[in-house]
DNA sequence: AGTATCCTGGAA
DNA sequence: TTCCAGGATACT
């Protein structure tokens, strides 16, 4: 389920196959998926791509921009003349895009003849159909409900200050906490759980009870684990992959997330799970205390 | 602060 | 056939 990792990967795609080019047409498959001024984007060029948290903005050259949000199945893969010759199979010949699931599609203006055989598109895939394309003013954009309460996001404005206080403000426990993008943007399950373990904090254990020592070690631990999920493209577990369609390599890395019954990689401990706050949580009940 | 909700596919 | 996966929000 894309987290700041698997984000970051889409927008690094999105930027390289997308800014400086056209978007001529837009098919809504599903008319829910996509919101707002939806004639903006008839052949608006394409000026950058921005990420905050795990929401992405598709900057426009006519003050208009697109705001997208995956939540945990949606794809935004990019099929045309301009992607690589890759061991990536050609989504649209295998007959796999547009598919049953494939919601939005962005048909992008090609210049040369050569390329207008094939053309070339963005296709938005969403098998739970819980994420969101909305089409609004830039200038506004940021004041969207999601972007306009996130947190302060790790890597990038999330110091040792501020999540110190916002350990502090509060005895809920520590694991869904971190999941809070109103409270600190970008981590969900996957990264929230290893970055657990790698502090040796228990996931049940009271926000403000974590010394000054643990929360250094957690915002360590944290950057560790979203440090590792860049750099390997992130985790492919479900849905993820980039706009290319190609997987990541950071569930070839997990620490606890999903292993339960499997031995911790410290101790030989069986990895538990429990539910905290309706989600899957993995911890090794001797090294996490 | 905790829970139901959106939705589909895959596993049990 | 039922249950589970979880991001964010709208509820209670």
Not at 149 to 161: A, N, V
Not at 171 to 180: N, S, T
């Amino acid at each position: 389920m894309p987290e700041l990792p698997e984000v970051e990967t889409i927008r690094k795609g999105l930027e390289k196959y997308l800014v400086g080019r056209t978007i001529e047409s837009v098919e809504i498959r599903l008319a829910k998926m996509l919101t707002g001024d939806i004639k903006k984007l008839e052949m608006a060029k394409i000026q950058g791509v921005r990420r905050f948290g795990k929401g992405l903005i598709i900057d426009l050259d006519n003050l208009y921009s697109i705001a997208i949000h995956v939540k945990m199945t949606g794809q935004l893969l990019y099929q045309g003349e301009g992607s690589p010759k890759s061991s990536v199979p050609d989504l649209t010949k295998v007959g796999l895009l547009p598919g049953r699931h494939t919601h939005v599609i962005f048909k992008l203006k090609v210049e040369s003849e050569k390329l207008k055989v094939k053309g070339d598109y963005l296709f938005y895939n969403d098998i739970r159909q819980f994420g969101w394309i909305k089409v609004i003013e830039t200038e506004t954009v940021r004041e969207l409900d999601f972007f306009k309460s996130l947190g302060p996001e790790p890597l990038k404005d999330l110091t040792l200050e501020k999540f110190s206080k916002i350990l502090s403000a509060t005895k809920a426990p520590i694991k869904p906490l971190l999941m809070e993008q109103r409270k600190i943007a970008g981590i969900g399950n996957i990264y929230a759980n290893d970055a657990l373990y790698l502090a040796k904090i228990n996931p049940s254990r009271p926000a403000n009870s974590l010394s000054i020592e643990e929360i250094k070690r957690l915002l360590k631990a944290i950057e560790k684990v979203l440090t590792k999920g860049l750099e390997v493209g992130g985790a492919s577990e479900w849905q993820y992959v980039n706009v290319l369609g190609e997987s990541g390599g950071y569930q070839n890395f997990f620490q606890v997330y999903g292993k339960v019954g499997k031995p911790c990689l410290i101790c030989g401990t069986m990895i538990e799970r429990i539910v905290m706050g309706g989600r899957g949580t993995f911890y090794c009940p001797k090294c996490q205390v």
